[in-house]
């Protein structure tokens, strides 16, 4: 019997990615730029054993079925195939984020487990290593394996594609992210479906994948320049145009409600005001907002003004994936 525990936390792409060139290997159309972050997170412990009859999972201390079983099944068989490893094994994943709800916890939850994975198969993966395993489960898991801004390259195979560390003299440490959560319950229609049913009927996606390059280079210019406004616009840019994907599929669908509307124009009416924040969503309704942590207590006051508290979660840059001891681990 061997066991490995992981944590990781979850990140939120500035440039967003939205749709694979490749289903099975998880191949993206486009890179993406990411920030790590310290609020949300997954612990992982994975053990194999002979005496397991069959991979059992647990999330949040419920026992899975078959089809979330299966998926994680198909993530080990990957490294059991590549390391000729017969035994079963037990998955026990907490999530320290809502799940499924736009809020990247499979992000999270990939990345840990990959490194509880290699941890208990004593695999000693580098992190670019840990990086392309993670993404074999969650493209976006990619980039959780490391801390601050991170970039997930497309690459063209299996090898080529993985997330690299954005140098930023430590820049990240002096802007917020807050989380406004609209709605915490899982989403209707998943990013795997809303990715693949966009890439494959959304008159508007060609025009999002050509304006890709532009912003990656745009944040990691305003990155290297530490110009918060610069990478602020680029960021609530690339939200919108992927979201507007989704209108122009077939059948069309959004991720937005009316209250996600409503903090994003709220956000537009602050920055009006000259109050510098801005606004981005993944496939969920929840909007994040980026701003500088010197205006932290400034912004949240006024939010407080016009939404519940209970719906705002403050979060800085987070670390990257952590291989824990049984003194580390969560209660």
């Not at 990615?17 to 191949?27: E, N």
């Amino acid at each position: 019997m061997s066991s490995g525990t992981a944590r990781a936390y979850t990140n939120i792409a500035l440039i967003k990615y939205w749709g694979k060139k490749d289903q099975a290997l998880v191949l993206p159309m486009n890179n993406s730029l990411s920030l790590t972050l310290d609020a949300f997170y997954t612990e992982t412990t994975v053990t194999f054993s002979d005496d397991f009859p069959a991979d059992q999972f647990y999330l949040d201390e419920k026992l899975q079925d078959q089809k979330a079983t299966a998926k994680i099944s198909n993530f080990l068989d990957v490294l059991r195939d590549k390391h000729q490893v017969k035994q079963f094994a037990t998955i026990k994943s907490q999530n320290f984020v809502p799940t499924a709800a736009g809020l990247a916890s499979s992000a999270s939850g990939l990345a840990a487990l990959a490194g509880a994975t290699s941890a208990a198969l004593n695999l000693n993966l580098s992190s670019q290593e840990l990086s392309r395993l993670a993404r074999r489960g969650s493209g976006s898991a990619s980039r959780s394996i490391y801390g601050g801004f991170a970039e997930w390259l497309q690459g063209t195979d299996d090898q080529t594609s993985y997330a690299v560390p954005i140098a930023s003299d430590h820049w990240e440490n002096e802007l917020t992210m807050l989380f406004m959560i609209v709605d915490d319950q899982e989403k209707a229609v998943s990013s795997r479906d809303g990715m693949q049913r966009t890439v494959e009927t959304s008159a508007f996606y060609q025009g999002w994948l050509d304006s890709v390059p532009h912003d990656l280079a745009k944040a990691k210019k305003a990155i290297h320049e530490k110009d918060f406004t610069a990478l602020g616009e680029v960021t609530e840019a690339s939200s919108l145009k992927m979201h507007g994907t989704t209108l122009a599929a077939n059948p069309p669908f959004t991720y937005w409600s009316s209250e996600s509307l409503r903090i994003m124009q709220f956000v537009q009416q602050l920055r009006a005001e000259g109050f510098a924040c801005y606004s981005t969503m993944d496939a969920g309704p929840n909007v994040k907002i980026l701003l500088e942590r010197k205006n932290e207590e400034q912004l949240i006051a006024t939010l407080k003004e016009k939404f519940p508290e209970k719906q705002l979660v403050v979060a800085h840059a987070g670390p990257g994936i952590e291989i824990l001891t049984k003194e580390d681990v969560n209660p």
